[in-house]
């Protein structure tokens, strides 16, 4: 059974700092990988799809790694801004399967 | 922004009682999924849809029914309303890109249920 970690719950950081929000996953068998935003009280957006042929994928200052073999993906975000604070969260489509499976997010504070 | 809307938005219900919400997409994508959120759980996935009446269970699909009798809609069923259920439910579509078969998600604005 595919289970997805993000680790750390939550994490807040000074604005331009640059950091990572980790993804991990126990079955390598995956289709992809998408990365979500977040904001309080509203759905879920976007951000990021990595196929499982794909090693990283950017868009501006986000930039995903996967590495399948050691079940872990990397949201890299540059030069953090306050409107960057939302909860991050992954999502892997399990090989085989028409669904994806969650983490439990992370929630970022950049303070101004 | 993917053509997703739910209905209704909000919604207050009783113990016991029948509720069913509905998800509405204008992308004609074959894969219609729902989700509930809870703090502390994140995303768990109730019933999925891959195509025209074919649905199956997700990993919380008790005291949930589903039925797609169209592309566009997906409605989602508490057969007997419980407090349990009161949560944050969410609808998402997925479909191939133009790169191939991603599966990629877009997500509804989420339908607020709370069960007294």
């Known amino acids: 059974k595919q289970e997805v970690t993000q680790i750390p719950a939550a994490l807040s950081v000074p604005e331009g700092e640059n950091l990572v929000l980790n993804c991990s996953f126990t079955d390598s068998a995956i289709y992809n990988l998408q990365w979500f935003r977040q904001d309080p009280g509203k759905g879920l957006t976007s951000l990021l799809l990595i196929q499982s042929s794909q090693r990283e994928q950017t868009s501006g200052r986000l930039n995903a790694s996967l590495d399948k073999s050691s079940g872990r993906s990397t949201l890299y975000i540059a030069a953090?801004?306050?409107?960057?604070?939302?909860?991050?969260?992954?999502?892997?489509?399990t090989s085989g399967t028409y669904k994806y499976i969650f983490g439990t997010g992370t929630r970022l504070k950049v303070l101004a | 922004d993917a053509g997703i809307t739910q209905s209704p938005r909000h919604?207050?219900?009783?113990?016991?009682?029948?509720v069913t919400l509905r998800c509405h997409q204008t992308e004609n994508h074959r894969y219609m999924y729902w989700y509930r959120q809870d703090p502390g759980h994140g995303l768990r996935l109730i019933h999925y849809s891959y195509g025209v009446k074919d649905t199956d269970k997700g990993e919380v699909s008790d005291g949930y029914s589903v039925s797609r009798s169209k592309t566009e809609d997906f409605l989602l069923t508490l057969e007997s309303a419980t407090s349990s259920q009161t949560s944050v439910y969410f609808c998402a579509i997925s479909e191939s890109g133009s790169?191939?078969?991603?599966y990629e998600q877009y997500f509804g604005p989420g339908t607020r249920l709370t069960v007294t």
Do not use: H
């Open chain 1, 80 to 93: 953090s801004q306050p409107g960057d604070s939302a909860t991050y969260l992954c999502a892997v489509f």
């Open chain 2, 11 to 18: 919604k207050v219900t009783e113990t016991g009682t029948p």
């Open chain 2, 99 to 102: 790169a191939g078969i991603t």
